[in-house]
């Protein structure tokens, strides 16, 4: 194995604002200490279609547009990418109702690139959302291209399990919801 570990994300979300935690926790690589950092925190302003990525350790905030809808902007078309949602049907997880769904990554342009593939299962059980969490550090705010597939193809509500193929290890990286507090923030 590369690498083994575990990454806690906490997810702080109102109808205008969410607040992503993310630490990683546990982790071990073949190669020695890992290089990656927990995640600076960040503030989603769903009204504002912007987000803040908190740098503590620099005492400094940057504030911009939804990072994946520039990025989405920018390199798909360069690179001819688009994604193909498909409901897989109703499966149980952790004891939710859910839909299971793969998105599959495409390239129209470079036939060398291989489709990449997500799998996440969303439940209407708990509620609905403004982000959905599909994949490690990949928070996909609603209006972005990625997160406009999914609800067109039936995807709302909350991603209680998600897993993405690691390319280089060939093996999952999986996330599964474990605490769901509905409250005031």
Not at 40 to 49: E, S
Request: glycine share 6%; proline share 6%.
């Amino acid at each position: 194995k590369i690498a083994t570990g575990k990454v806690v994300t906490t997810i702080y979300e109102s109808k205008e604002k969410a607040r992503v935690e993310s630490t990683n926790t546990q982790t071990s690589s073949s190669f020695g200490p890992p290089k990656t950092d927990s995640q600076n925190i960040l503030i989603f302003d769903f009204k504002a279609q912007k987000e803040t990525h908190l740098n503590a350790k620099q005492n400094i905030a940057t504030v911009m547009p939804f990072m994946v809808t520039t990025m989405e902007k920018q390199m798909m078309p360069a690179l001819g990418l688009d994604y193909v949602v498909q409901n897989l049907g109703a499966e149980t997880v952790n004891g939710y109702k859910c839909t299971h769904f793969t998105i599959i990554t495409t390239s129209s342009k470079n036939k060398n690139y291989p489709p990449a593939k997500k799998d996440v299962w969303i439940t209407n059980d708990i509620g609905s959302n403004n982000l959905f969490f599909v994949g490690p550090y990949l928070y996909l705010p609603l209006g972005s291209y990625e997160a406009t597939k999914l609800v067109d193809a039936g995807g709302t509500g909350i991603i209680v399990k998600w897993q993405v193929m690691d390319p280089i290890s060939n093996q999952p990286n999986i996330c599964t919801l474990t605490n769901y507090q509905p409250g005031k923030l």
